[in-house]
């Protein structure tokens, strides 16, 4: 698969040079332009200029998690923040590949002045989160690898709604101090909390999500590894929901789609080749009313023992945007079950 998800049987660590800190040239330092509570960019249409420009918006403070870091602009601009006296903390992956695939850019961070720390290798940490200044935070189904920014669909929602940026920061402030390595059972941040959901923990909210719908569920996973999901979904699309669920080509899930499709719900595919679309978006949308967006995957590990974060809203300046996306994926998806 395009995104690695499989143990590592060796890591390779090499000693990373520092990051040159140069000025930011104007195309990645404009700033996003006048904030609005919720907003959504779909990839790869936006492009990641607003990722960078964010970053680059930081006075004070920055945080990040991330699942892999693999992206040189990105890098660039947090030493640049660093460099100008923000503090800027980066909690990065180390479970499964995350080692591997962060190595790199733990090091030349660390050498430009950025506060790095790795996550325990007993939990995996796949959220993929930014927040500046504690008052507005990226919540991302994407992971800042550049690689795969061209042909990967994803969403990232800017959020500035103070009572999510605070939770935000509480739980990358616990998780911070080490708090994961209780995961699952005692990580203080958890399950539902406002419009946040976090895993561990948001398996039962994702469930009722599905459970709501009265006329449509569309759903894009990249994976479909849930028992607890796929019955939500077969029994939605057996009471007369019309279930639509997007994915890439992959026999891992390809059991589950076939029952769901059995059960009467609709599945499009793309193949799995370079040069299709590769469906890495996490998104359930809920009688065109409601969407869920965020990192987490329809797996059991993904639901509740990993480090995960979504947003689940009815505010039309993201439902709209991913419905069109979704419409979109769905029309050129050409494989049907």
């Known amino acids: 698969m395009k995104r690695p998800w499989v143990a590592c049987v060796a890591v390779a660590v090499s000693t990373a040079a520092p990051l040159a800190v140069v000025p930011a040239g104007p195309a990645r330092s404009a700033q996003l332009g006048p904030p609005a509570a919720l907003r959504v960019f779909t990839?790869?249409?936006?492009?990641?200029?607003?990722?960078?420009?964010?970053?680059?918006?930081?006075?004070?403070?920055?945080d990040m998690t991330m699942y892999e870091l693999e992206d040189a602009n990105a890098e660039h601009d947090l030493a640049v923040d660093a460099e100008r006296?923000?503090?800027?903390?980066?909690?990065?992956?180390?479970?499964?590949?995350?080692?591997?695939a962060n190595?790199?850019?733990?090091?030349?961070?660390?050498?430009?002045?950025?506060?790095?720390?790795?996550?325990?290798?007993?939990?995996?940490?796949?959220?993929?989160?930014?927040?500046v200044d504690n008052s507005a935070a990226l919540v991302m189904t994407a992971n800042l690898t550049s690689?795969?920014?061209?042909?990967?669909?994803?969403?990232?929602?800017?959020?500035?709604?103070?009572?999510?940026?605070?939770?935000?920061?509480?739980?990358?402030?616990?998780?911070?101090?080490?708090?994961?390595v209780e995961s699952p059972y005692r990580v203080p941040v958890r399950g539902q909390v406002g419009d946040l959901v976090f895993s561990p923990g948001s398996e039962q909210v994702l469930l009722g999500l599905i459970a709501s719908a009265r006329s449509s569920v569309q759903t894009s996973s990249e994976e479909m590894?849930?028992?607890?999901?796929?019955?939500?979904?077969?029994?939605?699309?057996?009471?007369?929901?019309?279930v639509e669920v997007l994915m890439t080509q992959d026999?891992?899930?390809?059991?589950?789609?076939?029952r769901l499709?059995?059960?009467?719900?609709?599945?499009?595919?793309?193949?799995?080749?370079?040069?299709?679309?590769?469906?890495?978006?996490?998104?359930?949308?809920?009688?065109?009313?409601?969407?869920?967006?965020?990192?987490?995957?329809y797996s059991t590990s993904s639901m509740v023992y990993n480090r995960e974060l979504g947003v689940i809203t009815a505010d039309?300046?993201?439902?709209?945007?991913?419905?069109?996306?979704?419409?979109?994926?769905?029309?050129?998806?050409?494989?049907?079950l």
């Open 251 to 258: 026999s891992s899930w390809g059991p589950a789609l076939r």
């Open 103 to 131: 190595s790199r850019a733990a090091g030349a961070l660390a050498a430009a002045g950025v506060h790095v720390e790795w996550a325990p290798s007993s939990v995996i940490v796949h959220q993929k989160t930014v927040v």
């Open 316 to 336: 039309p300046a993201v439902v709209g945007p991913v419905a069109h996306a979704f419409a979109q994926w769905w029309a050129g998806a050409p494989i049907t």
């Open 43 to 62: 990839e790869p249409a936006a492009g990641f200029g607003p990722v960078y420009s964010f970053i680059l918006s930081a006075r004070h403070s920055l």
């Open 261 to 297: 499709s059995s059960a009467g719900a609709h599945v499009r595919l793309y193949p799995y080749s370079d040069r299709a679309l590769y469906i890495h978006a996490k998104l359930t949308l809920v009688d065109g009313k409601r969407a869920y967006v965020g990192s987490i995957n």
């Open 225 to 242: 590894a849930s028992g607890a999901v796929e019955s939500a979904l077969e029994a939605d699309a057996r009471r007369g929901v019309d």
């Open 147 to 180: 690689r795969y920014y061209a042909g990967t669909a994803d969403f990232i929602i800017e959020d500035r709604r103070s009572a999510d940026v605070a939770v935000i920061v509480r739980a990358f402030d616990d998780d911070w101090a080490g708090d994961l």
């Open 85 to 100: 006296g923000v503090a800027v903390r980066v909690l990065l992956d180390r479970a499964y590949s995350g080692k591997w």
